[in-house]
């Protein structure tokens, strides 16, 4: 978007300024990642130690990337294959899910809210939505009287939820909150493993 040109005082200008700023902000923007350098600052040797290793600074912080994602999968995975039932399994993956993100904040961002890797990469989309069609079973099983197609509403707006919780406890670190976030979450998929609970 093209604001048009600032010639007509100071007051102008800064108007201008703040629309195309806005203009700008239009649009989804990726969480920035670490630099190469700061990368290689933080190991003691140059930049150019880094390419012995990897083709880019974009193939080293897609490892990276890789490598946290593999551990937020696993980790649920595994919480979710010792439940014992539906519900067991549904508190079993948010508390895990949750618990994962608010102790690994920044790889959280850049795995689940960065534009760019959500774009380029398949893996992280297709495990999500298997996820979510594995929790729409799991709600099903919980209230019989939902069909697959509300199961699977409850199972994206329980996503949305606790996208909700892990991004206000994380921007939001001084605010003291009253509730525990293990009651915070079991209360939240307590909400959508209702059988009263209804599309809104």
């Known amino acids: 978007m093209i604001v048009g040109t600032a010639d007509k005082g ?14 700008l902000l239009q649009e989804p ?3 920035p990642a670490p630099s190469l350098r700061a990368v290689a600052r933080a190991c003691g040797v140059s930049a150019t130690a880094v390419y012995l290793h990897f083709d880019s600074g ?12 593999t551990d937020a999968r696993t980790r649920a995975e595994a919480a979710v294959a010792a439940a014992a039932g539906p519900r067991e399994r549904l508190d079993a993956f948010a508390l895990t899910y949750v618990d994962w993100a608010l102790a690994h904040p920044g790889p959280y961002q850049l795995v689940f809210e960065s534009v760019d890797w959500l774009k380029e990469t398949d893996t ?4 999500m ?14 209230a019989p009287a939902v069909d697959e197609a ?3 509403d409850r199972a994206e707006q329980l996503w949305t939820a606790l996208h909700g919780i892990i991004s206000g406890r994380c ?8 509730r525990d976030v293990t009651d915070e979450v079991t209360s939240m998929v307590a909400i959508f493993a209702d059988a009263h609970h209804h599309r809104r």
Not at 64 to 69: E, G, N, P, W
Not at 132 to 142: F, H, I, Q, S, Y
Request: hydrophobic share 50%.
């Open 171 to 178: 921007r939001q670190g001084r605010h003291e909150w009253r």
């Open 129 to 142: 939505e298997n996820r979510t069609a594995a929790m729409a079973e799991d709600l099903k099983a919980t």
């Open 150 to 152: 509300e199961a699977l």
């Open 10 to 23: 100071s007051r102008d200008l800064r108007q201008a300024l703040i629309e195309a700023a806005s203009a």
């Open 124 to 127: 992280v989309r297709t495990w």
């Open 29 to 31: 923007r990726p969480a």
């Open 58 to 69: 974009a193939a080293l912080i897609d490892a990276v990337l890789d490598m946290h994602f």
